[in-house]
C-alpha cells in the first residue's frame, strides 16, 4: 500500500495564531514540549524557497508567514534537541535563511513565545557581519 503525502501549506496568519493558541493552551495542560521557529531571508521568500521548508516540516508544523522576509514555525510536542534537528534541515534546504527556535515556558501565552522567536532571529540577524 502506497503511503499518501500530505502536502504541506502556508497558513494565514491569524489562522496560525488562533491554532498556536491552542497548541500552548494544550502544552500547558498537558506538560507537552512546544518550539516556534522564526526563519528570515532578508531579500524575501520567493516561492520555490518556501515549498522547499514546507516539504522540511511535519503535516503536524504549523507554518505562516507574516512578512516577505519571515516565516513563523510552530513545532507541537517538539523538544529542543529535535527543534535544533528541525533548524539544521531547514538551513539546508534554504542555506541563506537565518533560524532561531524558541521553546514554550509554563505561563508563556502563544504572543510570547512567537514574539521570542522573531526578537532571537531579528538579533541574529543584526549581528551578522554583512548585515547593514
Known amino acids: ?8 501549506e502556508l497558513q494565514t496568519f491569524e489562522v496560525f495564531e488562533k491554532t498556536l493558541r491552542k497548541e500552548v493552551s494544550v502544552s500547558a495542560e498537558f506538560d507537552l514540549p512546544l518550539a ?8 524575501g521568500w520567493q516561492e520555490e524557497d518556501v515549498r522547499r521548508a514546507l516539504d ?9 508567514q507574516p512578512a516577505a522576509e519571515e516565516l513563523l514555525v510552530a513545532l507541537p510536542n517538539t523538544m529542543l534537541a529535535d527543534a535544533r534537528v528541525v533548524e539544521q534541515r531547514l538551513r539546508e534546504a534554504i542555506p541563506k535563511a537565518t533560524a532561531r527556535v524558541a521553546l514554550f515556558r509554563r505561563g508563556d501565552t502563544a504572543e510570547d513565545l512567537r514574539e521570542r522567536a522573531q526578537k532571537a532571529v531579528s538579533r541574529r540577524v543584526s549581528e ?3 548585515a547593514t
Do not use: F, S, Y
Open 56 to 64: 522540511t516540516l511535519r503535516a503536524v508544523d504549523l507554518v505562516a
Open 128 to 130: 551578522r557581519p554583512d
Open 1 to 8: 500500500m502506497a503511503i499518501k503525502r500530505i502536502r504541506k
Open 36 to 43: 516556534a521557529l522564526a526563519l528570515v531571508l532578508e531579500d
